[in-house]
């Protein structure tokens, strides 16, 4: 082997997961595994198991059968399908960060507020986890916008706003279900853009449930899924 060649490592890698709701399968026995520093596309039709399988990735879901492994960097692995619920929670809370298509941002909060409780929750003092917020903020485009409730954002604006509360706890991971699917194409850039600058730019890593194959384009990976099962995956050039 090359010594300088370094290899590729996960931060998160998953084998045979199934799940069903009722009579209806949505995942079919799926292996798929996330590359540190990687942005992976998951793309399908709706009713394909996409975003079933970000939600169980994520430890939101448990899978009927199969296992979910998260590797901090510099850490012991993790077995995520081991935990109980209120495990999975801090470790989505303290280690993983989401984007979704709406934001789910709150509406009462400031924007640098929505930022900030991300760490506040998580026992960081209000002002030190003011002063991170702002700093995120800044890096996104959006300094001069802190004092503004989320209704007086842009559709663009807030998405960056959810993205600097998806990383401001230092996330390894960001799972970003649909998180253009609301904007204008102009604008879907520029959220992609923020995106990828604030995951894979950073040398974290990012997996993003899409059906725009623009979006898909930007990622490193494109992974189509079919009935609950990868049908293929492919390298972007």
Same mark, same amino acid.
């Given at each position: 082997?090359?010594?300088?060649?370094?290899?590729?490592?996960?931060?998160?890698?998953?084998?045979?997961?199934?799940?069903?709701?009722?009579?209806?399968?949505a995942l079919a026995g799926i292996d798929i595994t996330v590359?540190?520093?990687?942005?992976?596309?998951?793309? #399908?039709?709706?009713?394909?198991?996409?975003?079933?399988?970000?939600?169980?990735?994520?430890?939101?879901?448990?899978?009927?059968?199969?296992?979910?492994?998260?590797?901090?960097?510099?850490?012991?692995?993790?077995?995520?399908?081991?935990?109980?619920?209120?495990?999975?929670?801090?470790?989505?809370?303290?280690?993983?960060?989401?984007?979704?298509?709406?934001?789910?941002?709150?509406?009462?909060?400031?924007?640098?507020?929505?930022?900030?409780?991300?760490?506040?929750?998580?026992?960081?003092?209000?002002?030190?986890?003011?002063?991170?917020?702002?700093?995120?903020?800044?890096?996104?485009?959006?300094?001069?916008?802190?004092?503004?409730?989320?209704?007086?954002?842009? #559709?663009?604006?807030?998405?960056?706003?959810?993205?600097?509360?998806?990383?401001?706890?230092?996330?390894?991971?960001?799972?970003?279900?649909?998180?253009?699917?609301?904007?204008?194409?102009?604008?879907?850039?520029?959220?992609?853009?923020?995106?990828?600058?604030?995951t894979t730019g950073q040398g974290r890593s990012l997996l993003?449930?899409?059906?725009?194959?623009?979006?898909?384009?930007?990622?490193?990976?494109?992974?189509?899924?079919?009935?609950?099962?990868?049908?293929?995956?492919?390298?972007?050039?």
């Open positions: 082997m090359n010594p300088s060649v370094i290899e590729p490592t996960p931060v998160i890698a998953a084998q045979s997961l199934t799940k069903a709701f009722s009579t209806t399968t590359q540190r520093g990687e942005s992976v596309a998951i793309m #399908g039709a709706s009713g394909s198991g996409k975003t079933t399988l970000l939600h169980v990735l994520a430890g939101i879901t448990a899978p009927d059968a199969g296992r979910v492994q998260f590797s901090p960097a510099g850490q012991a692995p993790i077995e995520v399908t081991a935990l109980n619920e209120r495990q999975r929670s801090r470790l989505r809370r303290e280690s993983l960060g989401f984007v979704f298509q709406q934001g789910l941002l709150i509406p009462e909060l400031t924007a640098i507020e929505n930022i900030a409780l991300a760490l506040m929750i998580n026992g960081t003092p209000r002002r030190t986890a003011l002063e991170h917020a702002a700093g995120w903020m800044a890096s996104l485009g959006l300094a001069g916008f802190e004092d503004r409730r989320i209704g007086e954002l842009s #559709g663009g604006q807030a998405q960056r706003v959810a993205i600097a509360r998806a990383q401001v706890t230092g996330a390894e991971l960001v799972f970003a279900d649909e998180p253009t699917g609301a904007l204008d194409s102009q604008t879907s850039a520029d959220v992609m853009s923020a995106l990828l600058w604030s993003v449930v899409t059906h725009d194959a623009e979006v898909a384009a930007r990622c490193s990976r494109t992974v189509q899924v079919r009935d609950g099962r990868i049908v293929t995956a492919e390298v972007q050039a």
